[in-house]
């Protein structure tokens, strides 16, 4: 696509939607963002039950999680620009459309590579619509204090995907684990109809960087690829080194296209605002922390401790209800005080219930852990929700696809790190107790240092 894309009418811009109409866009936007942190997490509680019926050794059912996890984080960058570019309702669309077709493709396939290929499709049509759900409602909501409200309704939507996505894991599978993936048909074609009702968005003409967008998902692919790998055959493994030895040569290309070329996917400028640096080592840290603690439990809970699929999930369920109530409290927290406030607190309070889970002994009651678990999950709507407002605020209004794409492939390097890094601690260690403590520890490291980094967050204007 050489040539520049054509501009059509819109209301998106700093002119405000009618309110039906911005409602539409925030409630799509809302499912979207949904159904892709569900998805990134159902999947972990039915493993035993898709090898059970479709076969395959561990390394398959890892690619059943990371695979998606991998062209979500490959192509999160190219989506966020393509988004600045054909515009974000279009954007948004395309890519629930392909997220539905393949769930309905993850729920009848009757292999394993099938569904690994699906699950690939997946997480191309996620990595479309991040980005854009975050530009819908920056569109739809131009007044900083009422989109600050619709943001908070859009990170408590994450939130609670992200700590209930087990347990609607161990529920569905009671059924079949093929429901898992059937779920997303009626959420998805709604947030279809909703996104007709939505206001249209600018089409910037802008040449695409193919450069930029190649390099981009030949690095990030490389980097995901080397670190899933790794978690199962080490950092000196082959394969490991060969996906290296892909992705830094690509990153290389990839910044010098960004220095260098005339109209860049991702703007150098963006790099020196301070709160976009931050924002994204915050997001970072927390699906590290989030992503690790639910990954490590959902296998020690199962395979140590005998709990049913159904049970493991329920251990998530006490973080699952807190985060959905702490969102509008977090709104108004942010409104009075400002953003530094809650995301210092919420970070330090999931490494705080991180360092206490490392140092539960093994024959703590379950529902202890559940009520450790607590501060971790409610890390999201603390933390996560003023960071992405302030993440928009710090950027204008045509970045902020792009932006979104940097601060989520941030989330999604970091979630996958987490995986490859704590399956090695679990898989290297005699005790799996001890690979367990490792990996949160880990995590509670790099969510403290997210929380003292927080301290030098720019003072946003006071609307």
């Known amino acids: 696509m050489s040539a520049p894309l054509t501009t059509e009418p819109s209301v998106a811009g700093d002119v405000a939607a009618p309110r039906g109409s911005a409602t539409a866009a925030l409630t799509a936007a809302v499912l979207g963002f949904f159904v892709i942190t569900l998805d990134a997490l159902i999947v972990n509680v039915t493993l035993p039950a898709i090898r059970d019926d479709l076969g395959g050794g561990i390394t398959g059912l890892q690619w059943v999680l990371d695979g998606?996890?991998?062209?979500?984080?490959?192509?999160?960058?190219?989506?966020?620009?393509?988004?600045?570019?054909?515009?974000?309702?279009?954007?948004?669309g395309t890519g629930m459309a392909v997220f539905v077709g393949a769930s309905a493709a993850g729920g009848l396939a009757p292999t394993l590579a099938l569904l690994i290929a699906a699950r690939l499709v997946q997480g191309a049509g996620a990595a479309m619509m991040l980005p854009s759900s975050l530009t819908l409602i920056r569109e739809a909501f131009p007044d900083p204090v009422r989109r600050g409200r619709a943001i908070a309704v859009w990170t408590v939507a994450g939130s609670v995907a992200a700590a209930a996505g087990p347990v609607a894991g161990g529920v569905l599978s009671l059924v079949s684990w093929r429901m898992i993936f059937f779920i997303n048909l009626p959420i998805g074609l709604?947030?279809?109809?909703?996104?007709?009702?939505?206001?249209?968005?600018?089409?910037?003409?802008?040449?695409?960087?193919?450069?930029?967008?190649?390099?981009?998902?030949?690095?990030?692919?490389?980097?995901?690829?080397?670190?899933?790998?790794?978690?199962?055959?080490?950092?000196?493994?082959?394969?490991?080194?060969?996906?290296?030895?892909?992705?830094?040569?690509?990153?290389?290309?990839?910044?010098?296209?960004?220095?260098?070329?005339?109209h860049p996917m991702v703007p150098p400028d963006l790099f020196?605002?301070?709160?976009?640096?931050?924002?994204?080592?915050?997001?970072?840290?927390?699906?590290?922390?989030?992503?690790?603690?639910?990954?490590?439990?959902?296998?020690?809970?199962?395979?140590e401790r005998g709990l049913s699929a159904l049970a493991a999930g329920l251990v998530f369920l006490p973080m699952t209800v807190l985060s959905a109530f702490l969102g509008v409290p977090t709104a108004r927290l942010t409104e009075r005080f400002g953003p530094k406030m809650p995301i210092i607190g919420g970070l330090s309070l999931m490494s705080v219930g991180l360092v206490v889970l490392a140092a539960l002994p093994a024959s703590a009651p379950v529902w202890l852990m559940a009520l450790v678990m607590i501060p971790v999950g409610i890390c999201g709507p603390l933390a996560m929700q003023p960071t992405t407002g302030l993440l928009l605020e710090s950027v204008p209004a045509h970045r902020s696809g792009v932006a979104g794409g940097v601060f989520n492939t941030s989330r999604q390097v970091g979630g996958a790190l987490a995986v490859a890094v704590?399956?090695?601690?679990?898989?290297?260690?005699?005790?799996?107790?001890?690979?367990?403590?490792?990996?949160?520890?880990?995590?509670?490291?790099?969510?403290?240092?997210?929380?003292?980094?927080?301290?030098?967050?720019?003072?946003?204007?006071?609307?």
């Open 190 to 262: 709604a947030a279809l109809l909703l996104l007709a009702r939505a206001p249209r968005s600018l089409r910037r003409p802008a040449p695409l960087d193919w450069t930029g967008q190649v390099s981009a998902v030949l690095a990030m692919g490389g980097l995901t690829f080397a670190v899933i790998e790794a978690g199962a055959d080490g950092f000196g493994a082959p394969r490991v080194l060969a996906a290296f030895a892909i992705a830094v040569p690509a990153l290389a290309v990839f910044l010098a296209a960004q220095i260098r070329g005339r």
């Open 422 to 463: 704590f399956g090695a601690l679990l898989a290297n260690q005699s005790n799996p107790l001890e690979g367990l403590r490792a990996g949160l520890l880990i995590a509670a490291a790099l969510t403290l240092t997210a929380a003292v980094t927080n301290q030098w967050l720019p003072r946003p204007p006071r609307p």
């Open 272 to 303: 020196r605002t301070r709160a976009v640096l931050i924002a994204s080592g915050n997001g970072f840290a927390f699906m590290a922390g989030l992503g690790g603690t639910v990954f490590l439990y959902s296998l020690y809970l199962q395979q």
């Open 68 to 92: 998606y996890t991998l062209m979500f984080a490959a192509l999160l960058l190219s989506a966020g620009a393509i988004s600045d570019r054909a515009g974000a309702h279009r954007a948004f």
